[in-house]
T-cell receptor, first 112, second 112 residues
Framework: GQQVMQIPQYQHVQEGEDFTTYCNSS?????IQWYKQRPGGHPVFLIQ?????EVKKQKRLTFQFEEAKKNSSLHITATQTTDVGTYFC????????????FGKGNQVVVIP | DTEVTQTPKHLVMGMTNKKSLKCEQH?????MYWYKQKAKKPPELMFV???????INESVPSRFSPECPNSSLLNLHLHALQPEDSALYLC???????????FGPGTRLTVL
């Protein structure tokens, strides 16, 4: 079945620095979604990428969906303490069941 | 109204109890979901309702029984649960199954 892998699973990031989290699918995706879950909170939708090679920016966050539509990345610049949380990618397969398969998440700790 | 609400926020129940979790959204979404999330793990899909019909059951034990009384409401009936069922139960909704999901705050369930 579909598998979505995220690397790394944990990151400690100095405030002000940049970091990237990666998401890799075993199958071609129709779209990929990114969610953020703060400690003690619930997943909050960040973005959906649909097109091959798509790049979207939200202020300090840059999301990419590579050409083959299997891999994606989230890059955050000038990390702030508010960026703490777990970032999940979730992929939907091109055909069939429309299940959203979540990666294991990247837990980010920001060091002031 | 752009949120998904869930009640109760916390629930403690014994293994012989029967209880229900409730979820409501008024965004006109036609797909609704139940997820189970253990600490430091991704959400794990349990059930999907599409246009008030059960479209996906991820082989969930029968002690969990979903119900979708109308397009705005989703219930999860619980009976004879086990301690390992203790988790955060998240409800989510989306306009269709392929679109971004809006999560509720969850019900933190403890089974004694």
């Amino acid at each position: 079945g579909q598998q979505v892998m995220q690397i790394p699973q944990y990151q400690h990031v100095q405030e002000g620095e940049d970091f990237t989290t990666y998401c890799n699918s075993s199958t071609t995706l129709s779209n990929i979604q990114w969610y953020k879950q703060r400690p003690g909170g619930h997943p909050v939708f960040l973005i959906q990428l649909v097109k091959s090679g798509e790049v979207k920016k939200q202020k300090r966050l840059t999301f990419q969906f590579e050409e083959a539509k299997k891999n994606s990345s989230l890059h955050i610049t000038a990390t702030q303490t508010t960026d703490v949380g777990t970032y999940f990618c979730a992929g939907q397969e091109s055909y069939g069941n429309n299940r959203l398969a979540f990666g294991k998440g990247n837990q980010v700790v920001v060091i002031p | 109204d752009t949120e998904v609400t869930q009640t109760p926020k916390h629930l403690v129940m014994g293994m012989t109890n029967k209880k229900s979790l409730k979820c409501e959204q008024h965004m006109g979404h036609r797909a609704m979901y139940w997820y189970k999330q253990k600490a430091k793990k991704p959400p794990e899909l349990m059930f999907v309702y599409s246009y008030e019909k059960l479209s996906i059951n991820e082989s969930v034990p029968s002690r969990f029984s979903p119900e979708c009384p109308n397009s705005s409401l989703l219930n999860l009936h619980l009976h004879a649960l086990q301690p390992e069922d203790s988790a955060l139960y998240l409800c989510a909704s989306s306009t269709r199954q392929v679109n971004e999901q809006f999560f509720g705050p969850g019900t933190r369930l403890t089974v004694l």
